[in-house]
């Protein structure tokens, strides 16, 4: 009993410490994020207002035309391709788009955000970098242009916190003000139960133990079965976050550079599910889709490269 007292002291302790250790790096993790978002939050708001982003739609509109997009959304799938999914999130928040837009360009951005970065993890990791890149934008593409085919009509608006254009530039400022610390608070949540999530997968010991249960899974996905652990490492992490922790397995020899390559094909269609579908799913955007797409396309990606072989 006195064990049990103990154990469960413990457990409470441990989660305890957990919830405040996860305050002071969410609040850093915050700041930076923010310190991207707002700037390009800032200056979609302003190229709205000034009439900018007309000039880049009339551009760009019969390209997204095909894509059940107008041609100003290309500044924010450029920005989440580029700087990351919140950077893409403030460009598509800066301007007026329907849900059914809005969930086009969330998958797109799912599918393709980061590149740079994530397709040096890769690379680190045993894949091509522009390899990876190319079939990032490829997928991306090709799933704008399904879900335009199939997605009825969705006329409700997406989550706007820009600014009415016919409003002075002062009305703009203030509107955009207000708005960007209603998402600073909402940013720091989500990041913060993020970090909450994952220390506590951390000190209780959960994350080997789930992945030997996810082996079997493995082979629906057509991946090696020990690659269970770098798949959930890369699906509650992500690839950037992750990116430690998959190296440190291909040096200690748990996965070979072989099986890391061909979990990266399935990873760069389908990683950081959490964090990504719980940001996505805050601004009004189906979860349920948002998954089941990326698993999807993982799965053509990488059933596709072992029937061609």
Request: proline residues 4%; contains cysteine.
């Amino acid at each position: 009993m006195k064990t049990g007292m103990y154990t469960l002291r413990h457990v409470i302790s441990t989660f305890g410490q957990c919830l405040r250790q996860a305050v002071p790096k969410a609040a850093a993790s915050a700041l930076w994020l923010l310190k991207l978002m707002l700037p390009i939050s800032l200056v979609v708001t302003l190229a709205h207002h000034y009439g900018v982003l007309d000039i880049i739609a009339r551009w760009l509109n019969p390209l997204f035309a095909l894509l059940g997009l107008p041609g100003s959304s290309s500044v924010a799938f450029v920005s989440g391709a580029t700087a990351g999914t919140y950077a893409g999130i403030a460009a598509m928040m800066s301007m007026p788009l329907t849900m059914r837009e809005a969930t086009i360009l969330a998958l797109m951005i799912a599918l393709c955000h980061a590149l740079p970065m994530e397709c040096a993890v890769n690379k680190k990791t045993g894949s091509s970098f522009w390899k990876m890149g190319v079939l990032r934008v490829i997928m991306a593409i090709l799933c704008a242009l399904l879900l335009n085919l199939v997605l009825p009509p969705m006329e409700e608006k997406y989550m706007f916190l820009g600014a009415d254009r016919s409003g002075g530039l002062s009305e703009v400022m203030t509107l955009w003000a207000w708005s960007q610390l209603k998402m600073s608070v909402v940013v720091f949540l989500i990041i913060y139960a993020l970090m909450a999530v994952q220390r506590l997968l951390e000190a209780y010991s959960l994350l080997r133990p789930l992945s030997l249960r996810l082996s079997p899974l493995m082979h629906f996905f057509g991946l090696p079965e020990g690659a269970a652990y770098m798949w959930l490492v890369g699906n509650v992490l992500g690839i950037s976050y992750g990116a430690a922790v998959m190296v440190d397995l291909e040096e200690r020899g748990i996965i070979s550079r072989k099986e890391a390559n061909e979990v990266n094909y399935h990873l760069i269609m389908n990683h950081s599910m959490l964090e990504d579908t719980l940001v996505f799913a805050a601004t009004g955007i189906s979860a349920l889709l948002l998954i089941s797409v990326r698993v999807a396309f993982a799965m053509v990606l990488v059933w596709g490269r072992k029937c061609r072989w």
